[in-house]
């Protein structure tokens, strides 16, 4: 319960909260570090494939062509490897595929929180509660200051709202309302 309690109040925070403003340019840095962390990336996967090739290669040509044949293996044991070996090849393709995949498109890291792991204690409410406080006192001295503007007073009524419909419970929520039914006031 107190779980849901404070998801809740974490999600009422955000959806107060306008987006944050972004740095002119900021989108295009970000993109251009992500271009080049995955060339970086693909670079290391070629290195690592061309170096495993290279061994394999060169096993191959220090020890020969395998001859199946002349080991004295019966024809249905040699009928069992090749089906084996086809096997194998065809897993391995399907590795190559999903590396691939992997590379031209890497997963998103997502966290996932045990519910176990993360009990929320008072302590951790009574913060949460505090900084809702200060989130509505915020936006209601927002309020206030768009008020003072006589052209502007529609706006203020509709922050007033929004603090007292997503803060009901803090002294801010409460005069944020109490704002709302003082209509001289607009």
Request: net charge negative.
């Amino acid at each position: 319960m107190e779980i849901d309690r404070l998801r809740e109040l974490l999600l009422q925070a955000d959806d107060a909260c306008p987006p944050p403003a972004v740095a002119a340019g900021l989108t295009a840095r970000v993109l251009l570090a992500s271009r080049r962390i995955n060339l970086r990336r693909a670079a290391m996967v070629m290195l690592i494939g061309l170096a495993a090739g290279g061994v394999a290669i060169s096993t191959i040509l220090r020890k020969g062509p395998v001859k199946i044949a002349s080991s004295g293996l019966s024809s249905e044991r040699v009928a069992e490897i090749r089906a084996e070996l086809a096997s194998l090849d065809a897993d391995a393709d399907r590795h190559h595929r999903s590396a691939e995949e992997y590379r031209l498109h890497p997963p998103h890291a997502v966290q996932q929180i045990d519910a176990a792991e993360f009990a929320p204690n008072d302590d951790v409410l009574q913060r949460v509660d505090e900084q809702r406080e200060r989130a509505a006192l915020t936006l209601l001295h927002w309020a206030d200051h768009t008020a003072a503007e006589p052209v502007n007073h529609d706006h203020a009524r509709e922050i007033y709202s929004q603090v007292a419909r997503l803060f009901p419970d803090t002294s801010a929520g409460r005069i944020a309302a109490s704002h709302l039914t003082q209509t001289e006031r607009f």
